[in-house]
């Protein structure tokens, strides 16, 4: 059954601080006599009214603090003179626009509202809350957006459980504003609906380089990275030109997982006719990598310079991966106070918990860029005799 809100039920018809503003001035106006009377000073009841209470609120402080001057000029026998008159016209006044105040407030209020929650909602869409642990893996995810009002942007990040593991998303989107939160959206959406169901890491971004070039609108290109973590601890990154996931080893070294040759970003016509960087490894019990954006490792200090994520190594040990995220904020921050042109900021802590009779694995190996990545898609597999992308540079890499 639908119950309505209680502030309709029983509606406000004053507001305390007007009324008590009132009454303040009616004792002063007490202890200074009948020979002095503030009549016209009633009207502060309304005027602080609107600050905060709701139109009708403001009229009833008004007609509160009219009462009041009422009955004091009956008191004194001066209620038809133009003394009183004047007195009452402030209050009405004073109360008339107080009431007009508070309404363009309250919509204003209503506006701003609305817009919370369609801020809200694109956050949920863009970097919805992430599990503590989704399959082998334990995990935590933080946002900072370069404006201290906002709530996105253009990083993003995402993981996907598949199968035997999980699949993984960290991406940056060139620019700021409605349209890198657009093209995020995109990419993000490509990237949900195609690392449950594609069988090759590398195939999924194939698909979300073709949700790219599919808007023709947009001029903007992406970096990101894609990585797979089975259950028995095979680690699989490729990179499209994003910064290099950081692994923490359990005994606190920090290694980073740089290809042998980097891929370049998504959206550049050049992506057609290279491959991603690719980086292999094994990773143990406890294992953490560190997936984020550049507006990590570029935020700088009063002397130019970068932070030094890979020395700060240790602050993504010995705690959980949220508290670690935190500590690691808060280290950046401190590296930065005082510095200016601050941009956003993705981490994504991934900690690899094991799997049972995996303890005899071979150590940590990394095999760089070690096996060619094929494009598996035929041009017919991947639609491209429907797509609507003219001299679209994927589609003559297939062909060929």
């Given at each position: ?39 016209a ?41 133009h ?26 209020e ?15 869409a ?34 996907v459980?598949v ?74 990154v ?35 006719h ?54 690691l ?7 930065a ?29 990394a ?34």
């Amino acid at each position: 059954m639908y119950h309505r809100p209680a502030s309709r039920i029983h509606p406000q018809i004053a507001d305390c601080r007007g009324v008590c503003a009132v009454l303040g001035v009616a004792l002063l106006d007490a202890a200074l006599g009948e020979d002095v009377r503030l009549l016209a000073l009633y009207s502060v009841g309304p005027a602080l009214s609107a600050v905060r209470a709701a139109p009708r609120a403001v009229i009833g402080t008004g007609a509160f603090a009219g009462l009041v001057a009422v009955l004091l000029t009956l008191h004194d026998g001066i209620l038809g003179t133009h003394r009183a008159v004047s007195g009452f016209i402030a209050i009405v006044l004073v109360t008339a626009v107080s009431t007009v105040a508070a309404r363009r407030r309250t919509r204003q209020e209503s506006r701003l509202a609305a817009a919370r929650r369609v801020a809200d909602a694109t956050q949920l869409a863009i970097a919805p809350s992430m599990p503590a642990t989704e399959g082998p893996v334990r995990l935590a995810a933080s946002y900072e957006s370069a404006d201290t009002g906002a709530h996105v942007g253009g990083d993003f990040c995402e993981v996907v459980p598949v199968r035997n593991g999980v699949r993984i998303l960290m991406g940056d989107v060139q620019g700021k504003g409605l349209g890198a939160v657009s093209l995020s959206n995109t990419l993000l959406g490509s990237f949900r609906d195609n690392a449950p169901v594609e069988a090759h890491l590398e195939d999924v971004g194939l698909r979300m380089s073709c949700s790219m070039l599919r808007r023709p609108d947009e001029e903007r290109f992406a970096t990101m990275t894609l990585a797979q973590l089975t259950d028995s601890g095979e680690l699989t990154v490729l990179n499209y030109g994003h910064p290099s996931p950081l692994i923490t080893l359990a005994d606190g070294t920090g290694r980073w997982a740089h290809p042998r040759q980097p891929g370049l970003p998504l959206g550049l016509a050049a992506l057609a006719h290279c491959e991603p960087g690719s980086y292999r490894c094994t990773l143990h019990a406890g294992d953490r990598v560190l997936f984020h954006t550049d507006g990590l490792t570029e935020s700088r200090d009063e002397q130019n310079r970068f932070y030094p994520l890979e020395a700060r190594a240790g602050l993504l040990r010995d705690a959980d991966p949220a508290a670690c995220l935190d500590r690691l904020r808060a280290d950046v921050h401190a590296h930065a106070a005082g510095s200016e042109g601050v941009d956003d900021s993705a981490l994504l802590l991934v900690e690899y918990q094991g799997q049972p009779g995996a303890a005899d694995r071979p150590a940590i190996s990394a095999e760089p860029g070690r096996r060619r990545l094929p494009l598996r898609h035929t041009p017919e597999v991947l639609g491209c005799h429907v797509c609507a992308v003219a001299d679209c540079p994927l589609r003559d890499a297939l062909d060929s």
